[in-house]
Structures are given as structure tokens and as C-alpha cells.
């Protein structure tokens, strides 16, 4: 009896502890999700305006500052930093709080930090539409901004820093290992390419190298680890089983640390750097299909048997169809940086159809699975539809498998008919006019599903949800998992989440 009753103690403290750990970081994370979500439409809305532009140059036309060269990088940038990194951060906060089991003692500033991240966000996006914008890809904001994101970032996650340092000893989980390793390389590859394009005064060429470099590193060295944190939380979570394989989770982790930071430079194959250079870059993104097998078998092997909670559970659903995105990425990869590839890719759309593949395929998929986990338990409401969820699931998947094919494929047709010295660059343009099309009518699908999303988000955030007493995710569904779950059992907390 005396057993029973500790047992049910600690079960209700576990609780109570995970409630005003939800509670502190109530309004940040909301906040950083909700305006995330909004940037995200923001971001779909300038993709589709760029992509219309791509094969009817007469649309907008009279529209000085929406033409096709600020367009396309305000698109790029707003959804990079705008959603991506929000969403990013408000999963990192909230990840580290339940992991370390610590309560947020300074919301308000980390929420004061993330309204200095929107300012800048909203600064960059209108310097980019007014004609200030520094040309250097994913980095096109002006150049003013990059120190008041990386003093906004430093206040959002020194927080988590400490919830780490001061959480039990002996207890570091597979998910903390992703989370950590993206919040110190973050810092580290956003600070070093500004220096060196914006502050040191290098050669251009070597500027353009580090450039390449920042966008993969920001992909593979931030985005990824993020995801595969989330993915490595919640496959046990939900399901209530341990990680499949320990060893396993360790060779993924090493193997995205060791390979992830040299890829990038292919993008300047043939220019005027050192041959080695940029066939290392094709090198490590050819095997980043390693890490993306490792965890792929990992996630899809802890998931086994539960098959009808991954067809029930919108987390589960969302964040399966990130880990096949990652393995594809993986694939395509591999089949884009050979050598007779990198001569059709480096002029055409392959390598936005890869980017795309990354960031929302990817990383924005496993996100979403975590937001639709998160959101019931910081708001203690119930999502109102389980409809609205579905079609933002459709829409997004059918959108992004258009985009990327038709970027990928219509890249490899266009990059082809730019090498046949004996056309006219008239055909090259011509072979890629009816994937271009596609693209336009997949980002209108996916700006749909993105609305359903946001309108969802904005009500939960208003707390407009049915009222529960627990954390389920749809009235009546519990997907496997109890109220409490493997986290509030201590001695299954080190099985189920390491």
C-alpha cells in the first residue's frame, strides 16, 4: 500500500510539474507558433506571386517593387526566418523545458526577444521589396538586420542553455542531443558567413563560397537537427515505447555532426575556386543520405505495430511524412551532385526544388507534428477540427510533392537544354514553361492547406478549444497514449525518450 501511495504521489507531482512548466511557456511558445504561421502565408503568398512571374512576366508588371528579383528573396527569406526559424524556436523552448523538467523563469524575455525577431523580419522583407536587399542568397536581408537577430536569438535560447545545465544529472535524452547541437551550431554558422561576407573585407569569390556554404549548413546544421529532435520525441511519446535502437540514434547523430558541415560549395562547381572545393561540398550532401537511413529506420522501427495511431494521430501523421521527406532529400541528393548532374543543376530550378524539399518537406512537416502536439498541452484546449487538420495535411503533401518534382524534373530539362551549345536559350526556357506552371498551381494548394492551419492556431490561441482536462489531441481520441504518458514515469523517462 505504502508503495501504491508513493507511487501515486510522484505520479501527481509529475503532473503538477509538467502543468506549470506548460504554463510558463504558455505565451511564448503560442506566440512564436501563431506569428510563425502567419509569416508562413506571408511567405506562400510571395512564392506564388514569384512563381507566376516564372512563365507570365506580364503579371504584376506595373507593381515596382513585387517584380520577380525582390519577390523571389523575400520569399525565400520570410519563410526561412519568419516561419522556420520561429516555429523552430518555439519547439526548442518547449522541448528543453519538458526534457530538463524545468519551468521557464523568464518568459516575458524571451517573448520581448521574439517580438525584436519579427521587427527584423518585417524590416528585411520590406528592404528586400524596396530595393535594399544585399543579393546574396538566404542572407538578402539588409545588412543592418543580422546583428538583431543573433542578439534576439542569443535572449529567445540562453534559457534553454540553462534549463539543461540545471536539469538532473545523468539524464541526457536522443531528442536534447539534436536540440542542444542546434542551438550552438545556429549561432555559429549565422555568425561566421555575416562576417565573412558583410564585415571582412575577402575576396568576392570566397564570399560567394561561404555563401553557398551558409545555406546548407543552415539546412543541415540548424533546420535538421530541430526536426529530428522533435521526431525523436514524440515517436516514443505517443506511442509509449522506447527508441528502437540506442547505437543506432548515436550513429545518426554523429554522422549528420561529421558530414552536415561541408556541404554547400557544389553550388560553385566549375568557378573559380579550388576543384576540391566544390566536389566535397557534392560529396556531403551525397552522404547525407546516412544520417537520413539511420533515423528513418530508427523512427519507422519505433513506430512498428502502431500503425493505426500514426493513421489517428495528426503529430504522428505529420511528422512520418517529414522522415520519408528526409529520406527522399537523401535520395535526391545523391542523384544531384554527381558530377553530370552539377553541370545541369547549378542554372536551373533543381536546387530551389531541393531547398524546398528541405525546409518544408522536411523540416516543416516534423514541426507541424510537433505544434499540433504542443498547442493542446500549452493552451489546455482540444483542437476544434479534426477536418481543418486533414486538409492542411492533403493539400500541403500534394503541394510539395508537386513542387519539388516539377522544380527538380523541369530543372534537369532546362539545365539539359542550356548545355546544347547548338539551341537557342528561347528552347531551354520553352521545355520548362509547363512545370513552372505546376509549381504555381502547388503553391496555391499549399497556401490553402497554410490558412486552414493558421485560422486553426489563431483560434487555439484565443482559446476558443473545447476544454479538457488532460492534453488529447481530438475529442475522444487519446491515439495510445495516456493522460500523463511515458514522461511521467521516471523510470520509463530515460527508456522512452534516450
Not at 564570399?207 to 543552415?218: D, H, I, M, Q, R
Not at 560553385?268 to 575556386?273: D, I, N, Q, T, V
Not at 527538380?408 to 512545370?435: C, R, T, V
Request: proline share 5%; hydrophobic share 50%.
Amino acid at each position: 500500500m505504502g508503495s501504491d501511495s508513493d507511487s501515486q504521489t510522484k505520479l501527481h507531482d509529475d503532473m503538477e510539474l509538467r502543468a506549470r512548466i506548460d504554463r510558463s511557456l504558455r505565451h511564448p511558445v503560442m506566440f512564436f507558433f501563431a506569428s510563425g504561421a502567419a509569416w508562413l502565408a506571408v511567405a506562400l503568398i510571395l512564392g506564388f506571386i514569384s512563381s507566376y512571374q516564372s512563365h507570365d512576366t506580364r503579371f504584376l508588371s506595373g507593381v515596382g517593387f513585387l517584380n520577380y528579383g525582390r519577390v523571389y528573396p523575400a520569399h525565400l527569406n520570410v519563410l526561412i526566418y519568419g516561419w522556420g526559424c520561429q516555429a523552430a524556436f518555439g519547439l526548442i523552448v518547449w522541448l528543453m523545458a519538458r526534457l530538463s523538467r524545468k519551468e521557464c523563469t523568464c518568459p516575458g524575455v524571451i517573448l520581448t526577444a521574439g517580438h525584436i525577431w519579427n521587427f527584423g523580419v518585417l524590416a528585411g522583407m520590406l528592404g528586400i521589396l524596396w530595393g535594399y536587399g544585399s543579393g546574396k542568397p538566404w542572407m538578402e536581408f539588409p545588412s543592418a538586420i543580422w546583428p538583431l537577430f543573433l542578439v534576439s536569438y542569443f535572449f529567445i535560447t540562453v534559457w534553454s542553455f540553462i534549463q539543461f545545465r540545471c536539469s538532473e544529472p545523468g539524464k541526457t535524452y536522443v531528442a536534447q542531443w539534436y536540440l542542444l547541437a542546434a542551438l550552438f551550431w545556429f549561432p555559429w554558422v549565422y555568425l561566421t558567413a555575416h562576417l565573412f561576407v558583410f564585415v571582412f573585407n575577402g575576396h568576392p569569390v570566397m564570399a560567394a563560397g561561404v555563401n553557398a556554404w551558409f545555406k546548407y549548413a543552415l539546412i543541415f546544421l540548424f533546420f535538421t537537427p530541430v526536426a529530428l529532435g522533435t521526431s525523436y520525441y514524440l515517436a516514443p511519446k505517443v506511442t509509449g515505447r522506447p527508441v528502437y535502437s540506442y547505437p543506432l540514434a548515436l550513429f545518426g547523430f554523429w554522422a549528420l555532426a561529421i558530414i552536415g558541415p561541408w556541404a554547400g560549395m557544389q553550388k560553385l562547381a566549375g568557378g573559380p575556386l579550388p576543384q576540391f572545393m566544390p566536389y566535397v561540398g557534392a560529396a556531403a550532401t551525397v552522404l547525407i543520405l546516412i544520417p537520413a537511413l539511420a533515423v528513418g529506420v530508427n523512427i519507422l522501427m519505433t513506430l512498428r505495430g502502431h500503425e493505426s495511431q500514426v493513421v489517428a494521430s495528426p503529430s504522428l501523421r505529420f511528422t512520418i511524412a517529414g522522415i520519408a521527406s528526409f529520406l527522399i532529400l537523401g535520395l535526391v541528393g545523391m542523384g544531384l551532385n554527381t558530377p553530370a548532374a552539377l553541370k545541369m543543376t547549378q542554372f536551373s530550378l533543381t536546387g530551389y526544388g531541393f531547398e524546398i524539399l528541405a525546409i518544408y518537406g522536411f523540416f516543416s512537416m516534423c514541426a507541424f507534428g510537433g505544434i499540433y502536439f504542443i498547442v493542446p498541452r500549452v493552451t489546455r484546449r482540444e483542437w476544434l477540427s479534426r477536418r481543418f487538420i486533414g486538409w492542411h495535411f492533403w493539400l500541403t503533401i500534394y503541394g510539395i510533392a508537386t513542387v519539388v518534382v516539377c522544380s527538380i524534373m523541369g530543372g534537369l530539362f532546362h539545365g539539359a537544354a542550356q548545355e546544347a551549345y547548338n539551341s537557342a536559350w528561347q528552347d531551354a526556357a520553352k521545355i520548362s514553361y509547363a512545370y513552372t506552371v505546376g509549381t504555381t498551381v502547388a503553391w496555391g494548394f499549399i497556401l490553402f492547406g497554410s490558412l486552414f492551419f493558421l485560422l486553426h492556431l489563431l483560434l487555439m490561441w484565443a482559446r476558443l478549444g473545447r476544454r479538457s482536462q488532460h492534453p488529447t489531441l481530438l475529442q475522444g481520441e487519446h491515439h495510445g497514449e495516456s493522460p500523463h504518458g511515458p514522461e511521467d514515469d521516471l523510470d520509463k523517462l530515460h527508456t522512452a525518450e534516450a
